[in-house]
C-alpha cells in the first residue's frame, strides 16, 4: 500500500492469516516504542506516546484476536500478524 508515493506497508495472506510488513521509523530501535492495538474489525499502529496513529485502518473482516500478535523484526521492520476468525474471508 502506498500514500503519496511513499510505501507505508506490504502484506500477504493465506485461508488462515494475514501478514503486514511495516518499515519502522529509523529512530525506533525497540519494540516497546510501538504501540499496536488489534481488534477484531480494526488495526492501529503507531509510537508509545503518540498524538496519531500512522495506520489506522479497518481489517476487513474478524480477525482472532486472542491469535494475533506483532513483533519488530530485524530491528526495523514491524511485523503484525493477524488470525483470520474465519478461515477463507
Known amino acids: 500500500f502506498k500514500f503519496n508515493g511513499r510505501e507505508v506497508y506490504q502484506w500477504d495472506q493465506t485461508l488462515d492469516d494475514v501478514t503486514i ?28 506516546g503518540g498524538t496519531q496513529w500512522f495506520l489506522d485502518e479497518p ?10 500478535t506483532w513483533s519488530l523484526e530485524d530491528g526495523n521492520i514491524i511485523t503484525i500478524y493477524l488470525t483470520k476468525a474465519h478461515r477463507g474471508e
Request: glycine share 8%; proline share 8%.
Open 59 to 68: 481489517t476487513f473482516g474478524i480477525v482472532d484476536v486472542s491469535e494475533s
Open 21 to 48: 510488513y511495516v518499515t519502522a521509523p529509523p529512530h525506533v530501535t525497540k519494540g516497546n516504542q510501538i504501540a499496536v492495538e488489534i481488534l477484531p474489525t480494526h488495526l492501529r499502529l503507531g509510537l508509545v
